[in-house]
């Protein structure tokens, strides 16, 4: 079944930048973008943009647009999201999805990072 | 960006007793594709969201038949035929066409 499995939670100061990956089994890597959506505690879920794993280009969210970088890796079915200058409004779960594709909606489990000095 | 608000905020629903949930968008939803990309997810406590609805009125895969979608353009409604107590939780509408953004969320809890 399809599977998405996220790396463990983070702490990181204010000004540093954070790596997350989605490691993403059960179907063809290549045939559903994978999103990511963050959750800031107690609020909604906002959307920081996808990337086709079939030739890796990305879309990102106006917002975070220069500030956010998502990968796929090499030779693997792992994706990755980096955010540069954090601060504590970054503080949230990132969540990595396949939303409503082709039959397919799959979430991770979420990764919790937390900005603090 | 399209800007999605839902009402109510917030639900305390009666098991046994139908409810309902209104979605609207800033832009209308249908793509020149014919399909509109408006789906309705559940985010139960503690859990990642989970897709109930898609494209307005179709329910995903081993959803229950009580839930339901409806509307069209910039409108829409999810109504829970009769609650039950596992359906609390944050309910979210999110449109497709442009992007990504979700509704503010309205959270459902039992009477």
């Known amino acids: 079944q399809v599977q998405l499995v996220q790396s463990g939670a983070e702490v990181k100061k204010p000004g540093a930048s954070v790596k997350v990956s989605c490691k993403a089994s059960g179907y063809t890597f290549t045939r559903h973008y994978i999103h990511w959506v963050r959750q800031a505690p107690g609020q909604g879920l906002e959307w920081l943009g996808a990337i086709n794993p079939s030739g890796g280009a990305a879309s990102y969210a106006q917002k975070f647009q220069g500030r956010m970088t998502m990968t796929r890796g090499t030779s693997t079915t792992t994706v990755y999201l980096e955010l540069s200058t954090l601060s504590s409004d970054d503080t949230a779960i990132y969540y990595c999805a396949i939303l409503s594709s082709d039959g397919t909606d799959s979430w991770g489990q979420g990764t919790l990072v937390t900005v603090s000095s | 960006e399209i800007v999605m608000t839902q009402t109510p905020l917030s639900l305390s629903a009666t098991p046994g007793q139908p409810a309902s949930i209104s979605c609207k968008s800033s832009?209308?939803?249908?793509?020149?594709?014919?399909?509109?990309?408006l789906y309705w997810y559940l985010q139960k406590p503690g859990q990642s969201p989970q897709l109930l609805i898609y494209?307005?009125?179709s329910r995903f895969s081993g959803v229950p038949d009580r839930f339901s979608g409806s509307g069209s353009g910039t409108d829409f409604t999810l109504k829970i035929s009769r609650v039950e107590a596992e359906d609390v939780g944050v309910y979210y509408c999110?449109?497709?066409?442009?992007?990504?953004?979700f509704g503010p969320g309205t959270k459902v809890d039992i009477k």
């Open positions: 494209e307005i009125s």
């Open positions: 999110m449109q497709a066409i442009d992007g990504v953004t």
């Open positions: 832009q209308s939803l249908l793509h020149s594709d014919g399909k509109t990309y």
